[in-house]
């Protein structure tokens, strides 16, 4: 194999090894394209429904939360454990610093604890200053909520009274919820995004926002990691059979005849330099003469 084969054989390789690299790209792209337009469906979906009763979706305490279901409206009675609200950190609305206001809320008749997320305050000055946060309304209360997943921990730790996720067994651990009566029923593993309470707070929080239904650029960055696999293994393998053709032209079989594109060497230059004077002829001597008489007469 001459080098030209090889390298024109390792064009191919590298070109196959980017295009397959930028497919699986490209398929990565289009997998996060897929699960985000199936969340926007749930939300298109479930975000404006009529609430329905809680036992509707989630009839008991240990029953998990589909991801069909989220975003779902729910309407329970009970009452808040204001004494137990959490703050969820680092979770910024609309680029302001600052808190949800996590509380425990005790459904009837049961008492199984539903974790409500209230809203949102901004922080204080700094982290470190107090924050003020409004009371939810006292006694009996019903609550319109849209209800979310259980999010992971993250095993981080936390000032007291503040958690990193809205994970339900860190919040109510945080919120050393009383067990006499609120938690014999068990907690929900789901949690509800306030939407409205009857009768309404004396302070409101601020809202939290709605989720966002654009899907992003996943469609697009996988067009194009497609484009260029495509684009990879055509330039490759171009560049290779460039290699090899330029093999075929400069080592190619040599019959001695001459080649019409090779240019024709330049006709040589007449030369300049002086020619060398003859030698002068030398003027015939006596003897010279005499000899050539003789001949003559003997002739």
Known sequence: ????????????????????????????????????????????????????????????????LTA???????????????Q???????????????YHVLVPFV??????????????????????????VPTPPAGQVTVTVRLRQDEPALGRPSPAGQVQSITVDE???????????????????????????????????????VPSTDPGSHLSYAFQWWTFALGSFVGFAWFARRELHEEDEVDGPDDGAPDPDAPSAPAPRPSTAPRPSPAPRRRPSAEDEEDALLDAQQG
């Open 107 to 132: 459904t009837d008749p049961d008492g199984a604890v539903l974790l409500v997320d209230r809203g949102f305050v901004p922080m204080g000055a700094d982290g470190s200053s107090e924050v003020d």
């Open 1 to 64: 194999m001459t080098p030209r084969v090889r390298r024109a054989v390792g064009l191919v390789l590298l070109g196959a090894v980017l295009a397959v690299t930028c497919t699986f790209l490209g398929r990565w792209q289009w997998h996060r394209h897929v699960a985000r337009d199936a969340r926007i469906q749930v939300v298109e979906q479930n975000y404006d429904a009529a609430p329905v009763p809680l036992t509707e979706v989630l009839p008991s305490p240990s029953t998990r």
């Open 171 to 209: 919040v109510l651990a945080a919120g050393d919820v009383p067990t006499d009566g609120a938690t014999d029923a068990g907690a929900y593993r789901a949690y509800g995004s306030l939407v409205s309470e009857d009768p309404a707070p004396a302070t409101a929080l601020v809202a939290l926002p």
């Open 68 to 82: 069909g279901d989220e975003w779902r409206q729910v309407s329970v009675s009970g009452r808040y454990e204001a």
């Open 84 to 98: 137990s609200t959490v703050l969820l950190r680092n979770r910024p609305v609309e680029s302001t610093a600052g």
